[in-house]
């Protein structure tokens, strides 16, 4: 009796781990807001370092992206990389562990780019300092 109730407790747990677990993945998180260049200089500072990326690059990357896509800048050398931290261009660049890149969703930036005429898109790093950071 007590092996039966064990087992029915243990299936009950795996179904819903299953579930719970299923779910979860589903659900698409939105990563990535996008902001007007004066409002993101009010909250983050001005750029301290600003790279130029052709719009027509970004749009080659993002086709061959999942769902999110990272940027980071490399030296002066900005990258495009998917989800396992792999360039999306042609060439052959990685992260390593302790390297930081910012994702946002893929909609979200394809987004950002139909909303722009611009051919040049700027990759910036931006530095606050906290005495023009508003209270």
Known sequence: M????????????VVLFLITNTTAQSNDIKIGKIFAKEE???????????????????????????KYVLFTLKGKLPLILNSRRTSLLDENYTL???????VFSKEVVE????????????????????????P
């Open 2 to 13: 007590k092996t039966l109730i064990s087992s029915i407790l243990l299936t009950a747990f």
């Open 40 to 66: 993101a200089n009010q909250l983050f500072g001005k750029p301290v370092i600003s790279i130029p990326v052709s719009k027509a690059l970004i749009k080659a990357a993002l086709a061959k992206a999942d």
């Open 96 to 102: 390593e562990g302790g390297e930081k890149a910012f």
């Open 111 to 134: 987004e950002f780019l139909n909303s722009t005429k611009e051919q040049i898109i700027y990759f910036e790093i931006r530095g606050v300092n906290s005495s023009e950071r508003n």
